[in-house]
């Protein structure tokens, strides 16, 4: 019978259940000292050895009783005989017998095997006595401590060959779901099957804390299966990781064979993501079940595995850098669930400005563009536009700092950009795809430095200046053209000759842009002229970001026809067919033209480099001639 989720748990409940039941300290193991990097020692480390050992020399000179130097002074020099009164030494030589002082062989005066001085010296001048850095038997690590590369060294010359360190987590991770494949070198997944990646972002985060991880082959949706791989698993693991599996739904057997094989400690956590996370016991050893999605998964791993690792290794959590920021958009959240929000930072007229991103739990990308993320209390439904928020940084805040945000209208050619502005002048360009519209809202509201833009104005025909004017008309702007650009028909080329017009649209299945994008205008001005219902348009309410999702839908057969650009429906393997040529331009305050980083966005514009950049990667449907060349400048 099929158990449902039991009542989720408060998150710092689930994490303060975990600790006290599976805290313990690791086992302890002995390794060489000079393979114990980033180890954690079991035990207080003594010194074995004095270092240095024996007393030396600090100085290249001559070694000489300090006794013998009497009388040595300006003028008036002292002839020392070799073998006698002194000995060559160099440094780290061991000192000679009878000798207790080393003087600098740029303060001797050689004379055939004489020396001759003109300065009595002290005893133990320029001598490293016994145990000058390390007396045998001094403390030199407590326990646990996690052992950095200069702990190495001094272990080392302490006699320290050996060392107890905590054992390493063995953690064993167990991919789980029908459609589940591995990575296959040159090989793409057939339809129904997904590449099973979860894995390799846990294995590399738990290996970055210091545990040792085994991957087993994904086990297919049966129960049986799924037991035969948690007994093997607890009896080689400290700890085990079960992706997927965890909800209600059918095939979903996670919960109910860790209850039959153990102990089910809870079922839900009040988070999002992550809420269907589960926590149990197998013959004393955890096991986690992780919500499939990566996001999920990945939250999960930092919330709850996490302090468990750490508290085991008995090393406090790092903390997590912070910064307060206000946000460029309201911020909506569920009472009740404590939700962690993935967010982009840009550094604006001296504010940092959050910028929420997808939520959805399956956007791995999300990951990887996110800055830091947002944690909205259960107690709240989230945050307005404006309201200052802390975000925790997963990029150095210096980092974000010196990087351009642009906010606006999406194409290709941005990350051409971005990568010239990397290359040429190391610098550092982010965009965020909100549309024409909402990035000149953005623009006027200080939230970006610049933003892209390509509306079509339905009174006069002109792109972008009718808009600006309107929208910012105390604002002195300058618009500078980044390319031209076909926009057209994205269609399978077996629809390629079937559609010639825009009533053709309420014909087949559609995909649209957002509305406020540049590209949703076009379409919009389109359908009024020609006198079309968009409620004609089967799809029409469909809404993607951008021209790439737009495309990939109808490569995809979820549609079978959009309108985007032409380089977008090259890169499925599209049929295009072209409807007009239009102005895709950046524009920015002439306030930040002062900007190093401005000028050098502007500078590779205008130097035709990314004209080439273009045909180089053989981008297709833009006219670069143009690029840099100013289009409009306002005279507020």
């Known amino acids: 019978m099929r158990q449902h989720f039991l009542q989720s748990i408060p998150l710092s409940e689930a994490v303060g259940r975990i600790v006290k039941e599976f805290g313990q300290a690791m086992r302890e193991e002995i390794v060489p000292t000079w393979e114990a990097l980033d180890r954690v020692t079991a035990q207080p480390v003594f010194a074995k050895l004095s270092s240095p050992h024996y007393a030396s020399a600090a100085m290249d000179g ?50 055939g095997d004489d020396a001759l001085i003109e300065q009595a010296v ?49 953690t064993v991770i167990i991919p789980t779901g029908d459609e589940m494949v591995t990575p296959r070198l040159g090989v793409a997944p057939n339809a129904g099957e997904i590449i099973e990646f979860n894995s390799s972002i846990i294995v590399s985060t738990l290996k970055a804390w210091g545990a040792d991880c085994l991957v087993t082959a994904p086990v297919k949706d049966d129960r049986s299966l799924l037991e035969q791989a948690l007994r093997s698993a607890v009896r080689e693991g400290d700890l085990v990781l079960v ?37 149990g016991r197998i013959g004393g050893v955890p096991v986690f079940g992780v919500p499939g999605y990566p996001v999920s998964a990945t939250l999960c791993l930092h919330t709850l595995v996490k302090p468990l690792v750490f508290a085991r290794f008995r090393q406090p959590l790092p903390e997590e850098p912070a ?48 800055d830091g993320y947002v944690r909205v209390p259960s107690s709240t439904e989230g945050f307005a536009e404006g309201e200052e ?69 339905e009174a006069t025909g002109t792109y972008n200046v009718p808009f600006i004017q309107r929208l910012m008309p105390d604002r002195d702007l300058l618009l500078v053209n980044v390319v031209k650009r076909w926009q057209g028909f994205v269609v399978p080329t077996s629809l390629e000759s079937e559609i010639k017009s825009w009533r053709d649209l309420c014909r087949y299945k559609f995909v649209n842009r957002q509305s406020g994008s540049g590209t949703r205008v076009l379409l919009d001005y389109h359908l009024r002229r020609e006198g079309i219902d968009p409620a004609e348009i089967e799809g029409y309410e469909r809404e993607e970001t951008t021209h790439l999702a737009v495309a990939c839908a109808v490569s995809a057969k979820e549609a079978e026809v959009g309108l985007g650009i032409k380089a977008a429906a090259v890169a499925f393997g599209l049929s295009f067919i072209p409807l007009c040529l239009e102005n895709y331009d950046l524009l920015l305050p002439t306030a930040v033209l002062k900007d190093e980083r401005i000028s050098a966005l502007l500078g590779v514009l205008a130097s035709g480099r990314l004209a080439r950049e273009i045909a180089r990667l053989c981008l297709q449907g833009y006219d670069a001639s143009t690029a840099g060349q100013v289009v409009w400048r306002s005279h507020a």
């Open 122 to 170: 002290p005893a133990w001048q320029h001598v490293r006595p016994v145990g000058e850095d390390i007396v045998a038997t001094d403390l030199l690590l407590p326990r646990y401590h996690r052992v950095k590369a200069v702990d190495l060294g001094a272990m080392l010359a302490a006699g320290v060959t050996d060392l107890a360190v905590l054992a390493r987590m063995r």
């Open 62 to 111: 001559i070694a000489v009783r300090a006794s013998d130097t009497k009388g040595a002074r300006p003028g008036q020099p002292l002839r020392l005989r070799l073998g006698q009164e002194y000995v060559p030494v160099d440094t780290g030589d061991a000192l000679p017998a009878g000798r207790d002082a080393v003087i600098m062989i740029e303060q001797v005066v050689p004379e």
């Open 323 to 370: 910064v307060n920021g206000v946000l460029s958009r309201r911020l909506v959240s569920g009472f009740g669930v404590e939700e962690f929000v993935r967010v982009q930072v840009g550094a604006v007229a001296e504010r940092a400005i959050v910028t929420p991103l997808g939520r959805g739990a399956g956007a791995v990308t999300s990951l990887v563009k996110a």
């Open 243 to 279: 992706i997927a599996g965890t909800s209600t739904g059918r095939g979903d057997y996670t919960s109910d064979t860790v209850a039959q094989l153990g102990e089910l400690l809870f079922h839900g956590v009040a988070m999002r993501p992550g809420k269907p996370v589960l926590v």
């Open 389 to 457: 928020v802390t975000v925790k940084l997963w990029r150095p805040w210096t980092q974000i700092a010196s990087r351009l945000v642009c906010v606006g209208s999406h194409d290709v050619v941005l990350d051409v950009l971005a990568d010239l502005l990397k290359t040429e002048h190391n610098g550092s360009f982010t965009s965020s795809h909100v549309g024409s519209l909402a990035g000149l809202m953005a623009l006027s509201r200080n939230l970006c430095h610049c933003t892209t833009t390509h509306l079509l104005d």
